[in-house]
């Protein structure tokens, strides 16, 4: 059957069932689909499609340039380029932006400030989420759009890292992964000369079809948000072979196709899914696949991310010795960063920075920032820390933490620390188990520590092996380059008995221990060295040893009899003093008790 005007009517399938059955469709394996996204998508993140700039902003910019004695805008403009009617405004934007800007440099200033600032709308948040799905299903967009909003979604609201090919000399490497989600802008980036007019859109770069047909091989094709007039890609799809796209294509629009697109729809027998709005959609396909919220917890970690990284810059200026080039500037730039940061931060700055040298300035600032901010989960556990880690004082401590915790019962990093406390101060561990649980849940503010810290529970005192290996796994991928882990995870795997494991990991953390890295930290990685590596490595083992308990680094409340008693077991020579230095490095007796040792006192 063929309609008046001799085209074949398109299959018609409403915008729910189309979600549902996209849920269907990809429980089954290697059932994978790409989405062409046009500019019909970005409308809602606050740019312009096709037909709105052309008719409320181009014409009438170039009517009073060209025409500026003619009254009405339409009837100059149909007199100006023949055939034109407002409801087709969306075919002439190549030729209507290139009367208007006269060449590429002009072009690419109007699209990069129409793209600028703008920030991904709710369809590209679920978008985003879609294409993260384990099995990479939908990893792949392509878009005819200049814009970064699909790429910035991925950034924003998923863990993903997208690779974008937004320039032909990147075409080699569109290859699509299981994994990683691909963007492909066709047309090119807001920032590097994007093709316009017809003669730049009317065949695609050579490098970018070729990859681009064979990536269409073996999925079914989705578009959305685009208007079908860009010759270029219709030329591309032309050249698929029958076979190509056998989980067939699908047209999402409020308006049946027309263009230069419809003759290969009908001819590839196509699905015209009735929907008009890009969010709407990606709202229905959400509520099919119950796809997740984006993490406000995510952009907690980048802001916490960042004051960390600055305490540990700001802790280190403060350490620099007097004489060293640039240390007045460096500490006076540091001087008026900490007072521009927002409320409560600058005052924990300013407190952090004399805990040790003055603990009792220290406990002031902490309390009269409590005065001002008595809410603020952050000063209120760090204000915890302090009294657990500086003054010893466990029970104003423990309440501390708990205040911290009823002003924000989510915030992963305070319950993690509350379950570090009742795990070594208060000995209890289904409390402990509790609160650990508890931070997971919330989603971590800081994964690798949380995951260490639960890992070395549960070896140590829930004494599950596997689990604790699969939490210190998780930790050094979070965070390969801290030093605290990766101690953590070589003294596990060294108590294991397995070597193989613990040494490299030992060598990895001695390798990645900093001036900033808790002093402790050495303490504990020169023991485990001296515990369990070969016996002709053993001697310097000691001497670094005792040059960093000599210099006052000790770890409190650290457990070291799993590793004493695997060293009591592969017949280490040194048990008695293996005991008294872990006593030393726990605090519990004084540096003096090694004396009578031989090996210390020719270390």
Sequence with gaps: MTEANGSKPLRKMPAPEFARRLREWTCAEDQRFAFLLGAGCSVSSGIPASAELVKKHWLPRLHKILAPGRENTEDWARDEFPGY????????????MEKLFLNPENRQREIESLCD?????FGYACLSRLMMLEGGCFNVALTTNFDDMIADALYLFTPGRPLVIHHESLASYIRPTRMRPLVVKMHGDHRLTPLNTEAETGTLKAGIEKQVRSLLYDRGLVFIGYGGNDNGIVQMLRTLPQEALPLGVFWVSGTEPQGVIRPWLEQRDSWWVESGDFDELMLLVRDAFDLPHPEEARFKQVFAGYFKKYETLSKKIAERPEGKPDTAALREAAQKTDETFPNWYALYLEAKRIEESDPDGADRIYREGLERFPSSPDLLGAYAIFLDDVRKDADRAEEYYQRAIEADPKRAENLSNYAVFLKNFRKDPDRAEEFYRRALAAGPDNPSILFSNYAVFLGSIRQDADQAEAFFRRAVKADPDNANILSNCAGF??????PADGLPALTAALE?????????????CWFYAFAHRPEDQRAAALSELKKVLSGGAR??????????DRARQDGHPDIEWLEKLADVINE????????EWDKWKSA
């Design 85 to 96: 009617e407002p409801q087709n405004a969306a075919a002439f934007y190549g030729p209507v």
């Design 512 to 524: 990645k221990v900093s001036p900033e890295t808790k002093k402790g930290v050495l303490a504990e």
């Design 117 to 121: 600032g703008k920030f991904p709308g």
């Design 493 to 498: 795997f060294l108590a294991q008995g397995r």
């Design 555 to 564: 770890s409190l409340d650290w457990d070291f009899a799993p590793n004493i």
């Design 588 to 595: 519990k007796a004084d540096i003096s008790v090694l004396d």
